[in-house]
């Protein structure tokens, strides 16, 4: 027992699912954070930074995008890479701009979220997704 908790062997049926847990948990949490910001759209708006010569409203909606609908993208391991690009984007302007770069601090969770957006974007979504079945060779 002790000898297979100290391996680095991982067999491919465990790497798929420790892949599937990260999306969706990440995922899960992510499209929270989206959800709440599209419902009080309005109320935020206002409130919220420019980027990049863009309205308050445009630079919410883009938010809303990468943490609403791509991370729903991301829970379903549909099109992974490619959500993962406006998700990542959206963490780096949230650590740089909205935290000033401060990874020990207010953005802990920016970087956090980066991290493992980087992570998935380098490995894939892994085989329970929809990405495997869409795109599999055949």
Partial sequence: MIRKILSTKVSGTQLNVALLILRVTV???????G??????????APKFMEFLGLSKS??????????LFCSLLLIAG???????????????VALLKAHGGDIFGDGEMAFLYLAIYISLFLKGAGAFSADKFLFRKK
Avoid: C, N, Q
């Avoid at 959800?35 to 109320?43: E, I, R, S, V």
């Avoid at 445009?58 to 943490?67: D, H, N, R, T, Y």
């Fill in 58 to 67: 445009i630079s919410l909606g883009l938010v809303v995008f990468a943490e």
């Fill in 27 to 33: 995922g899960v949490l992510m499209a929270h954070h």
């Fill in 35 to 44: 959800y709440g910001k599209l419902t009080k759209f309005a109320d935020i």
């Fill in 78 to 92: 549909l099109f992974t890479r490619l959500a993962l690009i406006p998700l990542a984007i959206t963490m780096i």
